[in-house]
């Protein structure tokens, strides 16, 4: 038995999600225990900076290294306070905050980049002496790789705390070529697949993405599926702060969604958005889903002079339609159960319209299977810091586009 922390601040900024776990066994034989799990609201000013840092704001490298450490700082208190009343954990997993994200480009993209296959042909060769030389080909300004940056340094949640820390998850499966999203479905697979039960697991964060999990049976895990289906709280999340001027800054329930009426000319002119048609795998954020698309989407509703309940029930609609669309495009076959988790899996007005627009198939949140719905992100991270101490790959490549599994984040050591 390990016992970990996973730490993970989502797409929506709205805090820290904290889990203290015991994980034991490795992959088929996993089981994770829920010793608590925790919320931990960032400090107005830092929030502000970094949602500022995710809409693009420019900002000098001195400000981005005060964030940078700031996130640390609070990653490491969130750390220190989810202990209290226990044994002290021995390993943390540190997501960190996400503030930019760049998918890789297709191949055939912008400049004719292709895929990674062939940019690492392009940019890597041997010298006389067999060694591998690198091509100036590599520092050209049209990469096709990914981006992806996630703040809150790991080396610094390590010294802190003095628990071994593992962070940068994303950078070993983009550097392939890969997406470096979403990284949960392998954990997905090993803590919720059903011996005979096809499932998608949803998560309702910022933005939402799936995993696919067929029956545990015939080289099944070759037949995992995942990508980010769309936005979800994020755009919601926005759309309520400025409809209340700041006064709000989330929907709860889904009340006040509910009492509106979705326009449905407005979702089928947004679901004609090119990601959503994009074929798996792919990945997204803020950069797409942010600031500057609800104000297109607020002026596409003028012309219907909708109320603001009509507005958020129609945003929602859209989450709830991307989703929609996602499965019956590009899953090999319909799950036989949905299980949501995050935070949008307590919008029960958004779980509701699912559940209506798939009426065969059950829509319940992972809790209902024993898996907390509210922590699971920070206890997928809990357990690919374990994974990554183990020598276990943490990436899925169908999930991510990557070529190959590779093991996934940056270890920071402390002696003991």
């Known amino acids: 038995m390990t016992r970990v922390i996973g730490l993970i601040s989502g797409t929506s900024v709205d805090g820290i999600d904290a889990a203290l776990v015991d994980i034991y066994g490795r992959e088929l034989d996993?089981?994770?225990?829920?010793?608590?799990?925790?919320?931990?609201?960032?400090?107005?000013?830092?929030?502000?900076?970094?949602l500022a840092v995710c809409a693009g704001e420019a900002i000098s490298m001195a400000e981005l290294a005060?964030?940078?450490?700031?996130?640390?700082?609070?990653?490491?208190?969130?750390?220190?306070?989810?202990?209290?009343?226990?044994?002290?954990?021995?390993?943390?997993?540190?997501?960190?905050?996400?503030?930019?994200?760049?998918?890789?480009?297709?191949?055939?993209?912008?400049?004719?980049?292709?895929?990674?296959?062939?940019?690492?042909?392009?940019?890597?060769?041997?010298?006389?002496?067999?060694?591998?030389t690198f091509h100036s080909s590599l520092l050209t300004p049209h990469s096709p790789l990914g981006y992806s940056l996630q703040l809150g340094r790991g080396a610094l949640i390590a010294h802190l705390t003095g628990i071994t820390t593992v962070s940068n998850f994303r950078v070993a499966d983009i550097a392939i070529g890969g997406h470096g999203a979403p990284l949960v479905p392998r954990v997905d697979a090993f803590l919720l697949s059903h011996p005979e039960e096809g499932r998608c697991v949803q998560n309702l964060g910022g933005i939402g993405n799936v995993a696919y999990i067929p029956p545990r049976r015939d080289d099944w895990l070759a037949k995992i599926r995942g990508?980010?289906?769309?936005?979800?709280?994020?755009?919601?999340?926005?759309?309520?702060?400025?409809?209340?001027?700041?006064?709000?800054?989330?929907?709860?329930?889904?009340?006040?969604?509910?009492?509106?009426?979705?326009?449905?000319?407005?979702?089928?002119?947004?679901?004609?958005?090119?990601?959503?048609?994009?074929?798996?795998?792919?990945?997204?954020?803020?950069?797409?889903?942010?600031?500057?698309?609800?104000?297109?989407?607020?002026?596409?509703a003028e012309a219907y002079q909708l109320s603001p309940a009509d507005i958020l029930?129609?945003?929602?609609?859209?989450?709830?339609?991307?989703?929609?669309?996602?499965?019956?495009?590009?899953?090999?076959?319909?799950?036989?159960?949905?299980?949501?988790?995050?935070g949008g899996s307590r919008n029960l007005y958004l779980k509701q319209r699912l559940q209506t627009l798939l009426p065969s198939v059950p829509v319940c949140t992972t809790d209902e299977v024993g898996l907390n719905a509210d922590f699971k992100e920070a206890i997928a991270f809990a357990v690919l810091a374990y994974w990554r101490q183990l020598g276990i790959p943490g990436n899925l490549p169908a999930a991510t586009g990557a070529p190959i599994e590779v093991l996934l984040g940056e270890i920071h050591g402390i002696l003991r």
């Open 66 to 132: 005060q964030i940078d450490d700031a996130i640390a700082f609070a990653f490491a208190e969130a750390a220190q306070n989810i202990q209290a009343n226990h044994q002290p954990a021995t390993l943390i997993g540190s997501h960190g905050q996400t503030v930019y994200h760049r998918p890789p480009e297709k191949a055939g993209g912008a400049e004719g980049a292709g895929g990674a296959g062939e940019q690492g042909s392009r940019g890597v060769g041997k010298n006389t002496e067999g060694r591998k």
């Open 227 to 300: 990508w980010d289906t769309g936005p979800a709280n994020s755009l919601l999340d926005l759309a309520v702060q400025h409809l209340t001027a700041g006064a709000k800054t989330y929907d709860e329930n889904g009340t006040w969604a509910a009492s509106g009426t979705p326009c449905y000319p407005l979702v089928e002119q947004w679901l004609s958005q090119d990601y959503f048609h994009l074929p798996p795998p792919k990945s997204t954020g803020r950069e797409l889903f942010g600031v500057a698309y609800l104000h297109e989407c607020l002026k596409d």
């Open 313 to 342: 029930a129609t945003l929602t609609e859209l989450t709830v339609a991307s989703i929609v669309h996602s499965y019956q495009t590009f899953l090999p076959q319909m799950p036989q159960r949905i299980l949501l988790c995050g």
């Open 30 to 50: 996993l089981k994770v225990e829920l010793l608590a799990g925790e919320t931990y609201p960032y400090a107005a000013g830092l929030k502000e900076k970094i």
